[in-house]
C-alpha cells in the first residue's frame, strides 16, 4: 500500500515580520547607449531595525567615449522602506524593471531565480556583501545582453564600476545584469565561538550578540563537530542565554554551525573550520634606504625608486610547536600532498628549452584533439602560423578562430615579403574556406592589442604560452593549461565582441582604403 502521508515542505523563510527591516538601501548600477539602458547591477539590501536610515546617494556617471559618443555607466543608490524595496524586487521577479520612481526600464535578459522563490539561500560568500551571514535571493542571467557586456571591454569603466560596487563585474561574471535582494541577521549582530579548553577536556564556547528591540526565544543551534575521516557528533541546542558551551570528542579538529529561527530560516551559517592553535611571528629590522635608477629606453621614460634594506629575519612561536606530532596534522599533510599532486597533473605543465620541432608538434596534437572549437589568441599570428598550427585540426565541422593585431597584420610577410602580412593572411583564408576549412581572423585594434600574452583555446581548455608560435621552442619556454580557463575565455568573448576589433577582410579593405587616401596629392 502506498505511503499517503503528505511531503513536509521546508520552511518558508519569512522577510515581512515586524521589528525584523524597517528601510532598504537599493544599489543600482545601468549602462546607457543612446536612448536604451542596459541593467548591469541591482542590489536590495534590507537593513535591521535597529540601524537609523541612511541618506540617499545621487545619481553618478561615467561617460564611456571609447564605447560610442552617447555612452555612459551610472551608480546611484536609493533608500526605500523595507515594504517599497521588496515590492521593487518583486515586480522585478514578473521581469518588470525599472528605475525606481519612473518608468525608465532597464534592459535585461531572461532572469532566472536562485532559488526559487519563496525560498532563500543563507551564505556567507558574497562578493559584493560583507555583513556575515545574510539570507539572500538572485535573479540572475545565464547569458547577458550583448550590450550589457560592452562596459566590461573599457578599462576606467571597469574601474570606477568597482571603486562603487566594491566587487569587479569581469572578475564576477555570474553576477552581471543580476537582482540580489539581501537580508541580513534580524535578530543577531554576532555570534563568536571560541575553543574552550579545560580539565573536562576541549569544547566550543559561543556568546550571542543580539539586536536591540529582539530576543533568542526560539532560536536553535546546531552544532557538527567534523574530523579528518568525517563528521564525529552532531547536536541541537535551545539558545535560552546568551552563552552556550558544548563539550567536543577529544582534540577538536574543525567545527560547522548554524543558527535556525522557525519563521525566518537559517540565520547563521559557518563552515566547518579550525581553531588558530599556533601564531608564528617573524620580524626584521629596517635598515638603511638604496636608491636605484631605471635608465630611459625609447618607448619607455626613465624611473628611479628606493628600497628599504632588512636584517635578517627572526621567528618567533606562540601556541602549539609547529613541529607538533598529533595523528591529525599526519592525516591532513597527507592530504594536502595529494592535492598538491593532483593540480600539478591537471595545470598540464610543459616546458620547451631549445627543442622548436618537438614544441610545434605538442600544439598541433592539442589542436587535433578539439571537438567543438579552436581559438588562437598570438599578437603576432600571420600567415606562417596559418599552415604551421591552424590546419592542424582534424574534425571536419571544427571551426578556427585567430586573434591577432593590428601590428602584425601591418608588418611584411615571412613568406611574400613584398606584401603586408594581412594581405597575404587574407588571401590564404578566402583561398582555403574554398577548400572546407573553417577559418575565421580577427583582429585587434592597437599596434598589439589588449592581449599581451598568448592563448590556446581547445574546447573549454585554455592553455597559456609564455612564447609566441611562430618562436615556440626556440628558447625556454613553458606551456600551460590554465587553471581556471573561464576568466581567459570570457576576456576573449569581450575582446571579440569589441567594436575595435575587426574580420580580417573589414581591416584589410579599411587599411587599402586608407593607404590609397594618403597617397593623393
Sequence with gaps: ???????????????????????????????????????????????????????????????????????????????????????????????????PGSDVVLATATLAQEPCWPFLTSTNNLPFHSWGTVRSHHLLQARTLDAARRPLVDRKALAWLQDRLYFSLLQYGEWLGSINLVAPNPVLRAIHHTLSVGDQGEGSDFHAIVRQGHNISGLVLYVAEHRHQGVANLQSIPLLKAYQRIAHVGRTERVSLAVVCPQRGILEWMEPLPFLRTISISGSILGTEKEVHVPDTPRR?????????????????????????????????????????AEAERSGQKLFNGSPDEARDFVRQLIGRARRRVIIVDPYFATTELFAFALAVTGHAIGVTILTSSGCMRSKDQTTPDSESGEVLL???????????????????????????????????????????????????????????????????????????????????????????????
Design 427 to 521: 588571401h590564404q583564408i578566402e583561398h582555403l574556406g574554398k577548400q572546407g576549412e573553417q577559418l575565421k581572423v580577427m583582429v585587434m585594434g592597437g599596434d598589439t592589442g589588449p592581449i599581451h600574452d598568448r592563448f590556446l583555446v581547445i574546447d573549454d581548455t585554455v592553455w597559456l604560452s609564455g612564447n609566441s608560435l611562430n618562436a615556440i621552442g626556440e628558447r625556454a619556454g613553458l606551456m600551460m593549461k590554465v587553471p581556471a580557463p573561464g576568466q581567459v575565455t570570457d576576456l576573449i568573448e569581450i575582446i571579440l565582441a569589441d567594436t575595435a576589433t575587426k574580420p580580417l577582410k573589414l581591416w584589410v579593405e579599411e587599411r587599402l582604403a586608407a593607404r590609397k587616401a594618403s597617397e593623393r596629392p
Design 301 to 341: 621614460k626613465g624611473e628611479t625608486y628606493r628600497a628599504t634594506v632588512r636584517s635578517s629575519e627572526q621567528t618567533s612561536v606562540m601556541g602549539e610547536d609547529g613541529a607538533s606530532t598529533h595523528i591529525s596534522r599526519f592525516l591532513y599533510s597527507q592530504e594536502a600532498k595529494r592535492r598538491q599532486n
Design 1 to 99: 500500500m502506498a505511503d499517503t502521508h503528505p511531503i513536509k515542505l521546508p520552511t518558508i523563510p519569512d522577510l515581512s515580520i515586524p521589528g525584523d527591516y524597517g528601510h532598504a538601501c537599493l544599489h543600482l548600477a545601468w549602462y546607457r547607449e543612446d536612448q536604451e539602458r542596459y541593467l548591469l547591477f541591482a542590489m536590495v539590501e534590507l537593513l535591521p531595525t535597529e540601524f537609523p536610515p541612511p541618506d540617499s546617494t545621487e545619481e553618478q556617471c561615467l561617460q564611456t567615449r571609447s564605447l560610442g559618443r552617447r555612452t555612459a555607466v551610472y551608480v546611484r543608490r536609493d533608500v526605500l522602506p523595507a515594504t517599497e524595496a521588496l515590492t521593487w524586487y518583486e515586480h522585478c521577479r514578473d521581469g518588470h524593471v525599472r528605475l
